[in-house]
């Protein structure tokens, strides 16, 4: 068995009682006197007072106090009461990640779910829901979920069956309805644990009436209707009246639970998931979990990867939450006192004060409630973490994969100054995400700027462009420019609120040539530099494809028709139009009296263009 220091509260020594195992440390934190329990079950003192040693090194592989990696070392951690939900706990289940609980028993015939805020912590649970099994079992003693959440497994020794439900809300035990049930009673007629394999191939069952494993083989996955009995494995040498059994998640280990020695017995398999090659490995007996002495341990859940095992107990109506990776050393002494090197190469807790005169080497965690002092280097393996306050309000650690040291705030009203001589020089605060800097902070001997030293004046780099304040700059509304701006130029034809510059216009003009107001001018004066042949329109279509200036020449009633596409314009030179009837296309027309068309002459000059889909135009004038 392992060697463990632990305390023992009150002003009495220890008596056999107290001890968990032989060769265990007890310390009676009254005067600092330590005891240990002899093979033969004799409470020998073998010291009082200090623990002081000249040096100690728990490097976990023989050396003295340690604490082994088996069940053995499981210790209590924490529990939950839920006796207000169910006065007999038989069972418990977890959601696969943690943030549910499920416990069942055979004072409310029914299954309870709790929400859990941190996973795996239940002393964050609190109670949601529950569903009742009383019309499929009285006495429900066993609780398993399929992995998934989206199916739930009871068994129970009303019955001596096991009943299967569908849950159609993965992990909602309000929308279980049942499926099924699947008869056990001719290998156990007081089942009180169920369990499967990860793909629900297998089904495995303990009571009390044989104290042993029953394990059944499901051709479907599942569906217990598909079950067939396989074989047994006694586990009577170790398990009286067995109440709880869970699986690895890799099939290679068992656990067993059991009221008759009120203990945990670990089994490993050399063949995953096949209980006939199962060995016994060793066992942790129980009689105190905190301050409870228990004897009606039932249930229970190993979760390797958190290093956590639960059992419940229908005695004192609770859920107890166990550690896996108990520490090499723990000691609840008067001090604790090293008088050169310390090293662990496991967890240590210290419920005293520590002193290590020399280095103190810590390569897993420590936790001590009392005063600290190392007179020579504290030595921190990557990712080990230095915690501080009751509840880690804040801690330090390295990540060495990334190379970077990270504080971590924990508590909402924690803040990290950090000080000068008693003068506040930075102070971070959890939650806000203020950083307070009591000086102005500069930058290879440069001002930063902040909200204390803005405005125009202040010389930073923040109040400047180019060394300029920002009076030297035009304003976004409406500016006023001097000197002689440029802006890119448009190309030809282009209809937006871009910038129209002197090259542009200069090319519209070339383009087209019309006089401002004048109601009749020469094709002459006119035309004359126009860089683009006229082309003289045959048919009756107004297209842009013929040409930005078209003339035609009508000698009967005509319709007009047009072609032109967004962004486009033509110039008419009409002729004879006044002597005719002229239907023009739908169009808007810009006159000075409003929407109408206008009159005709012997010889017309128009312009028309669109916009978007509606098509606008302008009558120039008479030309000779």
């Not at 029914?110 to 609190?126: G, K, P, Q, R």
């Not at 398990?239 to 998640?249: E, K, R």
């Not at 059992?311 to 939450?321: A, H, K, L, N, W």
């Amino acid at each position: 068995m392992a060697n463990v220091i632990r305390h023992k509260r009150g002003t009495s020594n220890p008596v056999a009682g107290d001890f968990s195992q032989t060769a265990e440390l007890l310390v009676n934190t009254t005067d600092g006197g330590l005891f240990t329990k002899t093979d033969g079950g004799s409470v020998v003192e073998i010291g009082g007072g200090d623990l002081n040693v000249d040096s100690v090194n728990f490097a976990g592989n023989g050396d003295s106090f340690i604490t082994s990696t088996g069940v053995d070392s499981w210790t209590y951690r924490a529990e939950f009461y839920i006796g207000s939900q169910e006065a007999t706990p038989y069972d418990i289940a977890f959601k696969a990640d943690g943030t549910k609980m499920y416990v069942i028993g055979a004072s409310g015939d029914d299954v309870n779910e709790y929400d859990l805020t941190t996973a795996w912590d239940i002393t964050t649970a609190s109670y949601l829901q529950n569903f009742s099994i009383s019309a499929q079992e009285l006495t429900p003693t066993g609780l398993f979920f399929k992995p998934d959440g989206t199916k739930m497994y009871i068994c129970g020794s009303t019955g001596d069956d096991v009943n299967e439900y569908t849950l159609s809300t993965a992990w909602d035990v309000t929308t279980a309805s049942y499926v099924q049930n699947f008869s056990v009673s001719a290998q156990e007629t007081a089942p009180n644990a169920v369990a499967f394999k990860s793909d629900g191939t297998r089904m495995y069952i303990t009571g009390s009436n044989s104290d042993s494993i029953h394990e059944y083989t499901l051709s479907t996955g599942w569906d217990i209707s598909t079950a067939s009995f396989n074989q047994t494995l006694s586990i009577s040498a170790y398990s009286a009246t067995p109440h709880g059994l869970d699986f690895s998640d890799d099939g290679t280990e068992v656990y067993v639970v059991g009221s008759g020695y009120n203990r945990i017995v670990k089994y490993t398999l050399s063949t995953a998931w096949d209980i006939s090659t199962a060995t016994f490995a060793d066992y942790l007996s129980i009689s105190l979990l905190g301050d409870h002495y228990v004897n009606s341990i039932s249930g229970i859940k190993v979760k390797a990867s958190v290093n956590r095992a639960y059992v419940c107990d229908y005695g004192v109506d609770r859920v107890f939450e166990l550690t896996t990776n108990t520490p090499a050393t723990e000691f609840d002494g008067t001090r604790f006192i090293v008088a050169s090197d310390a090293h662990f190469r496991e967890d240590v807790i210290v419920y005293s004060n520590l002193r290590v005169d020399d280095e103190i080497f810590c390569r897993q965690n420590a936790t001590i409630d009392g005063t600290v002092t190392i007179r020579g280097a504290l030595d921190l393996a990557d990712s080990d973490t230095l915690r501080f306050g009751s509840s880690d309000d804040w801690k330090l650690f390295y990540n060495g994969s990334t190379n970077t040291a990270n504080v971590e705030l924990e508590a909402a009203a924690v803040s990290l100054n950090v000080t000068d001589n008693g003068t506040d020089l930075l102070t971070l605060t959890k939650g806000t995400g203020v950083v307070a800097l009591t000086a102005t902070p500069t930058v290879n001997g440069s001002d930063v700027w902040h909200a204390g030293n803005d405005g125009s004046g202040s010389g930073l780099d923040a109040d400047t462009l180019d060394g300029q304040e920002g009076s030297y700059y035009a304003p976004l509304a409406s500016p006023t420019f001097t000197g002689t701006p440029a802006a890119p130029t448009a190309s030809a034809g282009t209809n937006t609120t871009q910038l129209a510059t002197t090259a542009f216009v200069q090319g519209a003009l070339t383009n087209v040539a019309l006089t401002n107001t004048a109601q009749s001018f020469t094709a002459q004066q006119t035309f004359a530099e126009l860089k683009e042949t006229t082309y003289s329109l045959t048919g009756t279509d107004i297209d842009p494809a013929n040409g930005s200036i078209q003339t035609k020449t009508v000698a009967a009633n005509t319709t007009f028709t047009e072609s032109l596409e967004a962004g486009q314009t033509v110039v008419l030179l009409l002729n004879a139009g006044a002597s005719y009837t002229i239907t023009w296309p739908t169009l808007t027309w810009v006159t000075s009296d409003g929407n109408s068309a206008p009159t005709l002459t012997a010889n017309d000059a128009f312009v028309f263009w669109k916009v978007s889909t509606t098509l606008y135009g302008a009558y120039v004038g008479s030309y000779a």
